[in-house]
């Protein structure tokens, strides 16, 4: 069973970081760059799928926004906690936001969204973005890496592929586990000071 999951992470894990870092994708990034130690996929190709995902999800959402203002999926945006922050954030620090953004836990999304609302150029929103997008890649990636590095280190260098796999699933079930009550809890804490 191991082994056909093993080879499914080598056929379609690339496509997965990419599809991970489309929205909020730490944890794809850090699990692509954990394979990466792991001599799955080499590094390099994670940082490429990382950056790609991350670039095309905030330009995805900077359209959406900036095309589609009065669709019912970004008004529902527009209501989303955090909101008129990431907007009051935009409008003052324009260059600062955009590529800062991502690294702010549940404001990227509507971050995104509130940058196609701005007045920001286009242009000046892809450069930006393409800066914070490749920073924001290989910073992730090359924490799973040493991630990596370090539980080899801790566990030992005669790990299983299948121990490997599994320790690999577990880390990003914890980092899924942690990423969704650091956001529950900053959405909680944006609701409160809303109201």
Same mark, same amino acid.
């Given at each position: 069973?191991?082994?056909?999951?093993?080879?499914?992470?080598?056929?379609?894990?690339?496509?997965?970081?990419?599809? %991970?870092?489309?929205?909020? +994708?730490?944890? =794809? !990034?850090? /699990?692509?760059?954990?394979? &990466?130690?792991?001599? $799955?996929?080499?590094?390099?190709?994670?940082?490429?799928?990382?950056?790609?995902?991350?670039?095309?999800?905030?330009?995805?959402?900077?359209?959406?926004?900036?095309?589609?203002?009065?669709?019912?999926?970004?008004?529902?945006?527009?209501?989303?906690?955090?909101?008129?922050?990431?907007?009051?954030?935009?409008?003052?620090?324009?260059?600062?936001?955009?590529?800062?953004?991502?690294?702010?836990? %549940?404001?990227?999304?509507? +971050?995104?969204? =509130? !940058?196609? /609302?701005?007045?920001?150029? &286009?242009?000046?929103? $892809?450069?930006?973005?393409?800066?914070?997008?490749?920073?924001?890649?290989?910073?992730?990636?090359?924490?799973?890496?040493?991630?990596?590095?370090?539980?080899?280190?801790?566990?030992?260098?005669?790990?299983?592929?299948?121990?490997?796999?599994?320790?690999?699933?577990?880390?990003?079930?914890?980092?899924?586990?942690?990423?969704?009550?650091?956001?529950?809890?900053?959405?909680?804490?944006?609701?409160?000071?809303?109201?």
């Amino acid at each position: 069973m191991t082994e056909i999951i093993h080879r499914l992470i080598e056929h379609y894990g690339l496509i997965a970081v990419f599809l %991970g870092c489309v929205a909020e +994708g730490e944890s =794809a !990034a850090i /699990l692509g760059g954990f394979f &990466a130690h792991q001599n $799955v996929f080499a590094l390099w190709h994670v940082f490429l799928a990382a950056f790609a995902g991350a670039f095309a999800g905030d330009t995805m959402f900077f359209i959406l926004g900036r095309s589609f203002a009065d669709h019912p999926y970004v008004v529902r945006f527009r209501r989303r906690p955090g909101f008129r922050r990431a907007y009051r954030l935009l409008r003052t620090h324009p260059n600062i936001f955009v590529l800062s953004n991502r690294y702010i836990y %549940g404001l990227r999304l509507v +971050g995104g969204v =509130a !940058a196609g /609302l701005s007045n920001i150029a &286009a242009p000046r929103f $892809v450069i930006l973005n393409a800066i914070s997008s490749a920073v924001w890649a290989i910073l992730f990636a090359t924490l799973g890496y040493v991630f990596g590095l370090g539980a080899e280190h801790i566990v030992g260098q005669t790990l299983a592929r299948h121990e490997r796999l599994l320790m690999a699933l577990a880390i990003g079930v914890a980092v899924i586990v942690v990423a969704v009550l650091v956001s529950r809890r900053g959405a909680k804490k944006e609701r409160a000071r809303e109201n």
